[in-house]
C-alpha cells in the first residue's frame, strides 16, 4: 500500500553528508493567508495546527509530522520572496547526531547554509539548490509537536549553531502517527508525499539533491529528461524535470496520497458537484488521481496508486507524466 513507509535502512558506512527519511514538508509563500488556511482545511482536508500570527504563517498536519504544509504570507516581513510559490521544500534525518554530523563534515567541504534554526520542534539547517529554491534539512528535538504545537506561536524563531547544544542519537520524529481524517473536507489526505520541481539547471540539481541533500536516484539520472528521488523510507520524495520554453522553472505541484481509490473517487465526485476546477485527471494501470489548485494556483495530486512498481513513462504526454511520477 502506497501509505507504507519501509523500515528505515541506515547505512553502515556514511558517504553523503545527509540520508533523509523522507520529504517532511513543503512551506508555499502565498498571497493572503486566511483564505489559504480555509483551503487546506475545507477542501485540501488538513488539520490546523499552529500558526506564527506575527509573521504571518500558517502550519497543517494530519498526525504524520508537525506540519506537512506551512505557509508564509507575501505580505508578512518575514518574505524573502515577491513570489507565489516555494519557500522551501523540508527533509528529515533520522536524528540530531546525523544533522550535526552532516553539518560538520559538510562544513568542511565547503558548503555553506544561508541559516541554522532552532524550531523547538526541529533543528534546521537551509540551504538552496543551484535555481535558488531553499531547502531545509532537520531533525525533530525532544519536544512533543503533536502536544505542544496547537495554537498561535509567538515566541520569535532563534538562530543556532549546530553542535552549541549537545544533539540527541534519539529518534524524535513519530514512528507510529495517528493520522488524522478531516471528514467534513472535500479531500482526504493521509500525508504529503512528494513535491515535482521543473528546473533551470538540471544537471546540478541532481547532483544538489542527491549529494548535499542525500537522496537517492530511483528513476533517470544526471543525464535523462527527468528523474525521481527518494529517502530511506523508499518513498518517491521528490521529482525533478528539465525547464523548456513553454515549461518554466517553478514548484510544479506537490503530492498527499489518500486512503483509498474508493474515498478518492467520491472526493472527485464532490468536487465536481462543488464547482471546484479540476486541473488534470490521472487514471493510469499505475495510479489513480486528480490534480487541483490551491487559491494561488499552486498545484496539488491527490492520488492513490494501483501498483508498487514504478511507472514506465514512455508515450506519456507530459502533462500527465508530472502527476504520474
Ligand atoms: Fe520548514
Same mark, same amino acid.
Given at each position: 500500500m502506497a501509505i507504507q513507509e519501509a523500515e528505515t535502512q541506515r547505512p553502515a558506512a556514511k558517504r553523503d553528508y545527509f540520508q533523509p527519511r523522507r520529504f517532511g514538508h513543503a512551506n508555499l509563500y502565498i498571497g493572503e493567508i486566511e483564505r489559504s488556511m480555509d483551503f487546506y482545511r475545507n477542501v485540501v482536508g488538513l488539520r490546523e495546527a499552529y500558526r506564527r500570527p506575527r509573521i504571518l504563517a500558517g502550519f497543517l498536519n494530519n498526525g504524520n509530522t508537525?506540519?506537512?504544509i506551512g505557509m508564509v504570507s507575501l505580505a508578512s516581513k518575514a518574505a524573502r520572496s515577491t513570489k507565489i510559490g516555494i519557500n522551501h521544500l523540508a527533509w528529515e534525518l533520522e536524528t540530531q547526531v546525523d544533522l550535526v554530523d552532516g553539518?560538520?563534515?559538510?562544513? @568542511?567541504d565547503g558548503i555553506r547554509y544561508d541559516m541554522t534554526i532552532d524550531h523547538e520542534i526541529s533543528h534546521s539547517l537551509y540551504f538552496k539548490d543551484p535555481d535558488g529554491n531553499l531547502n531545509e534539512v532537520y531533525a525533530d528535538t525532544e519536544m512533543r509537536w503533536y502536544k505542544q504545537r496547537f495554537g498561535d506561536v509567538l515566541k520569535p524563531t532563534l538562530q543556532w549553531t549546530p553542535g552549541d547544544t549537545l544533539p540527541s542519537d534519539k529518534i524524535h520524529y513519530e514512528p507510529n502517527p495517528d493520522y488524522v481524517r478531516v471528514e467534513h473536507a472535500v479531500f482526504h489526505p493521509i500525508k504529503i508525499t512528494q513535491a515535482m520541481l521543473v528546473v533551470d539547471n538540471y544537471e546540478g540539481a541532481f547532483d544538489y539533491y542527491t549529494k548535499n541533500v542525500g537522496l537517492k536516484p530511483l528513476i533517470g539520472g544526471h543525464a535523462t529528461p527527468y528523474c525521481v528521488l527518494g529517502g530511506t523510507c523508499g518513498l518517491r520524495d521528490l521529482a525533478l524535470f528539465r @525547464?523548456?520554453?513553454n515549461r518554466p522553472a517553478e514548484l510544479h505541484n506537490v503530492?498527499?496520497?489518500v486512503w483509498s481509490e474508493q474515498d478518492l473517487e467520491a472526493s472527485i465526485k464532490r468536487a465536481r458537484n462543488e464547482g471546484i476546477k479540476i486541473l488534470a485527471e490521472i487514471d493510469h494501470p499505475s495510479r489513480r488521481g486528480i490534480a487541483i489548485a490551491d487559491p494561488d494556483g499552486i498545484r496539488i495530486l491527490f492520488y492513490v496508486d494501483r501498483t508498487k512498481s514504478t511507472p514506465n513513462l514512455a508515450g506519456i504526454d507530459?502533462?500527465?507524466?508530472?502527476?504520474?511520477v
Open positions: 508537525h506540519h506537512d553539518y560538520r563534515r559538510s562544513i @568542511a @525547464a523548456k520554453p503530492k498527499f496520497v507530459e502533462e500527465t507524466a508530472f502527476y504520474l
